[in-house]
């Protein structure tokens, strides 16, 4: 009878751990220095304090190595308690956002942070995430590859969705995760009164509320809070409650021991699908997709360079026989995912913390555009070429590739033409030219002056658009300028207002926006590109309308054209100043003082199914946001957009908004939205897709839900502010600190593109349009006469490699979207990352590697399955179907000679 007793009492799980902001309204500077003071504090109380027998270390590895890097001293303790279990970090590397930075980011960051904690020891095999502003739908998936079964959270979940803590998180793809939520927060048994009196009656009102909510008989209890010392009393408290609370049980744990606990307890939970994303009793800044657009700018611009472009050129440079350089690609992503904790990459920062952000992001850029400049110059040095003016051209995909492409070059004076390998002349045109003879050639080395070497007399920085044949699938070609031949490179300007390729023709109207003719079908959208700028009263967590707001349409608006014509692409570019409110007291008075400049620039390339976007604009005022609008005509329930790993549909209108106000949600349910790379409207035979390289953000608005809004920037004054419309109550973050840097004073620029199509979503293949939309092809010049400081000198190679290669390619019939291609991290293999990206379609591939090799699957830590592909030298590897939303990764490994 006394073991039923205790089977029925309430256990209470003690869980010891600190809340770690890297840096927030205060610096990483500020917070290292007292990491330090807290990790030592920690190992002491774990080594000599009786009864203190786990700590949580915030679940990130990161934490470690900047301990290690001050203390190394410490190194064997963090081991030994690692090791042991009791002192628990991974799997993250930082406690990452999941929404607005990509699919890649939050892999490499588990896989680094889980090599980072069982570097220690141990890897805490808990998705444990206190704090990020929301949960994507793809999670459960990417959880589960990485071996990690259960889930632990705070944001998200209201108790409409799930009264309990406990359920079945199921995602996008089916997979599932047993969850747990901490339904008040990571910081709810942090503040412990130690009178008698006093804590008698805190448990009885802090455990009931958690018993209330508890599905068994367990109950999370997180003692601790953002960067707090360790209460080093606490296994006397824990003594303590046992005496004055003997209906319950009290223990200390850590969160892999509770989860296994209580997963044993647990029966006929609940499934709750798809992104956890409500705001009832939690905040979930839903707006934070475009707080510090410049920021956000870059991180995108960053992550696409490394997963689009140079892991593959370093893979295809480690197959001809150079070193991956693991470490500095490695170094790379931890400065990316400094960035990528869910404050940093957030935005919602002191002015000091973003200023620091950027720098990092200067880093990482500087680090991989340097990296990826010289193994394409090592692979272009040893190929086997006679000419001075020889371009190694770089396909990333794993498909051959064609069609119009933009090139750097440094010219001398003088016409030329443009051939590929077969001498098939291309035809070119020239869009930028500036002379920089000086300092070009002032930087020569020769470093064997015996060698004759061709110096031009003047020599000019310029960028071309070239119609490229086909280039080879992940690998290169070489194109050669031929100064003996004189082509056609000039554009023709004039004050017209129309331009077409052989899919669109796009003119200006009266009123300032665009026609857009989709020339295959014949029909005509209206009205479109029209920029709306109207006040922001938010902060640096949440957009929000001012009380009184003041929104101005450039529909109307005075333009100036100018249009430049040529055989390889047409641009259209239109210049036009809003009169706006200068701030938001002139806003709520209706008054526009205040110019807003806007040049935009819009392009068709010969045979491209794109319309491409540049827009420039000179911000001079304050508190406000700039969208631009897509009027598709499509009325629509559901948009469409790329998720980490695939696509997701979300309604257009939201119930609870009807019922927020009177149920005091901490945040109004609203519809804007997260993406990846697109959003779409689509009714089953027709649809349109904005693409983006900039802010992940967008809002499907209109009375019938027909356009597409996608932010290009919001700007605001403080960190936090109060009861705003879209958020009553408290400043979130710290309302006495200002941002003026968040007002983007100055020139601003975003690029994106329009795709429309006359076919169901899934048959226009948008996620490989976007995805080939940021996968430029890249460049590189081999000229002797730039050897020297302005590149660094670089001695002559031998030179072995053919004009053409591919490594990797994909059979004529896949259908899936390539997400990574890069060496393995501990073997000898590369690892491709697939994934479906279609809403209700299959999709395969058929993949064929540069060699004989192995195909075999492995999960996202870069583990064998144990299940090999049929392969053949001649056919490569059929990957299995993948259903929705499923990705995919597969170790190949070349046979050895």
Known sequence: MEGDRDMSRT???VIPHTHWDREWYFTTSRSKVYLVKHVKEVLDALETKDGFKYYLLDAQGSLLDDYIKWCPEDEERIRRLVTDKRLMTGPWYTQTDQLVISGESIVRNLYYGMETAQKYGHAMKVGYVPDAFGQSAQMPQIYQEFGIRHFLFWRGV??????KTEFLWKGSDGSQVYAVQMPFGYYYGGNIPEEPGELEAYLDSQIGALEAKASTRHVYFPNGFDQAPIRLNLPELIRTFNELDPEREYVMNEPERFLAEIEKDSKGLPVLEGELMEAKHMRIHKSIFSTRADLKQQNNEIENLIVNTLEPVLSISHALGHEYPHQIVKDIWKLLFENAAHDSIGGCNSDTTNRDVAFRYKQARDIAENLLELHKRWIASRIKQEETFAFTIFNTLPYPRKGVTEIDAYLPEGGFVVRDTNGQQLPYTITEKVEQTDYVLGQHIDLNPSKKVYLPER???????????????????????????????IAERSNGSCIENEFYAVAVQDNGALRITDKISGRVYADQMVFEENGDDGDSYNYSPPERDLTVSSLGADVETITSKSPVAEELSLRMKLKVPHD??????????AMLPLQASVSLRKGERLIRFSVKVDNRVLSHRLRVLFDTGIASRLSIADQPFGVI???????????WEREQWTEKPITIEAMQSYAALNDGSRGVAVLTEGVREY???GPDHDTIALTLFRTFGFMGKENLLYRPGRASGEKIVETPDAQLLGELSFTFALHVHESGFDEADIAQAAKEYLTPLSSYQLSDFLNGRLIFAFRDEERIFEQSYSLLSFGEDSS????AFKKAEHSEGYIVRVFNPYLDKNATARITFGKSARYELASLDERSKGEALASSDADGAQLPELEHCKLLTVLVTPESK
């Open 584 to 593: 938001l007291n002139e806003r709520a008075a209706a008054v526009t003082s």
């Open 11 to 13: 256990k209470v799980h």
């Open 649 to 659: 549909a979300r309604p257009t209108t939201l119930e609870e908004v009807k019922v």
């Open 459 to 489: 020599v000019f920085r310029a960028k071309l658009l070239v119609e490229l044949q086909e280039v080879p699938a992940m690998g290169y070609t070489q194109i050669v300028f031929d100064f003996s031949s004189t082509g056609d490179a």
């Open 158 to 163: 209201a108790d409409n969705t799930n009264p």
């Open 699 to 701: 809002e499907i608005i």
């Open 816 to 819: 899936v979207v390539l997400s």
